[in-house]
């Protein structure tokens, strides 16, 4: 399975995470980056902010909403057809002034 690497992430084996697990988190933290734990250099485990990881899980509750996915499906598909709305003419539909 793939991920993507940033320049800003950090790989570093079992014993150092444990060694340095504090700064590194805090590190991790503070630039908002993942730390891939590797075994054997090996990618094994990640480790990242808590806001990313709530932002995750946020994601894969909506991924399992129903509606909200045939939403977004039905929207993607009037875009391609160029159905949609300009903003001046959505304020123009809703009665807001410009």
Do not use: W
């Amino acid at each position: 399975m793939g991920y993507t690497i940033n320049s800003s992430d950090t790989f570093v084996g079992r014993r150092k995470f444990r060694e340095g697990m504090t700064a590194l988190i805090k590190k991790a933290h503070q630039k908002k980056s993942k730390i891939i734990i590797t075994d054997r250099g090996q990618p094994d485990a990640v480790c990242i902010p808590i806001e990313e990881y709530e932002a995750m899980m946020e994601f894969l509750e909506d991924a399992h909403d129903r509606n909200l996915l045939l939403m977004v499906a039905k929207s993607r598909k009037e875009i391609e057809s160029g159905d949609m709305l300009t903003v001046g003419e959505l304020k123009e539909y809703l009665e807001l002034e410009e």
